[in-house]
T-cell receptor, first 113, second 111 residues
Framework: DTGVSQDPRHKITKRGQNVTFRCDPI?????LYWYRQTLGQGPEFLTY????????KSRLLSDRFSAERPKGSFSTLEIQRTEQGDSAMYLC???????????FGPGTRLLVL | LAKTTQPISMDSYEGQEVNITCSHN???????ITWYQQFPSQGPRFIIQ???TKVTNEVASLFIPADRKSSTLSLPRVSLSDTAVYYC????????????FGTGTQLKVEL
């Protein structure tokens, strides 16, 4: 399967703990996006990378959130000191140069207790 | 990005054609219209994109009138597996191309 993959698919954590999610985009897709989706809502943009450069961050991305894409391939999204309001599905998408289509991964569902 | 308005839900039966209309009154000149489909516990999947008139692919058709203030996604002969949430997005596809999703339309297909 050469689609976008995300790991883990599910994560349960206690409030105050740190969590890290990984996204592996489709090979050679230079653009990578993170979104967050809560129940009954559409995905909300969090941040965007072009290769290893983080070019845009949403105001939704508080100081507790950090994302990296060190080698321009996979990306990680870390949430520090998790809060119950962080419970959501975290989606990753990638897009190749010259295409308008974003390809989404299956998401990581986070539950903060 | 232009705000979109679409019905919260729609019901249909297998074999019928389903048309989901999206309003985007303040669409900008360089905005495209894109539709995504999402099944529960999965990421959204691109269905179709257009700028004006009509676009057709193997899955759906997209009708866009001349004023571009609305668009209609047409799904021919739906099946149970088409039960999903459908999102209409409007935006400029250059640059970062972050997507702005609304709440979407929950389509339920029954036998």
């Amino acid at each position: 399967d050469t689609g976008v993959s995300q790991d883990p698919r599910h994560k349960i954590t206690k409030r105050g703990q740190n969590v890290t999610f990984r996204c592996d985009p489709i090979s050679e897709h230079n653009r990578l996006y993170w979104y967050r989706q809560t129940l009954g809502q559409g995905p909300e943009f969090l941040t965007y990378f072009q290769n290893e450069a983080q070019l845009e961050k949403s105001r939704l991305l508080s100081d507790r959130f950090s994302a990296e894409r060190p080698k321009g391939s996979f990306s990680t999204l870390e949430i520090q000191r998790t809060e119950q309001g962080d419970s959501a599905m975290y989606l990753c998408a990638s897009r190749p140069t010259g295409s308008e289509t974003q390809y989404f991964g299956p998401g990581t569902r986070l539950l903060v207790l | 990005l232009a705000k979109t308005t679409q019905p919260i839900s729609m019901d249909s039966y297998e074999g019928q054609e389903v048309n989901i209309t999206c309003s985007h009154n303040n669409i900008a000149t360089n905005d495209y219209i894109t539709w995504y489909q999402q099944f529960p516990s999965q990421g959204p999947r691109f269905i179709i994109q257009g700028y004006k008139t009509k676009v057709t692919n193997e899955v759906a058709s997209l009708f866009i009138p001349a004023d571009r203030k609305s668009s209609t996604l047409s799904l021919p002969r739906v099946s149970l597996s088409d039960t999903a949430v459908y999102y209409c997005l409007v935006g400029f596809t250059g640059g970062g191309n972050k997507l702005t999703f609304g709440t979407g339309t929950q389509l339920k297909v029954e036998l």
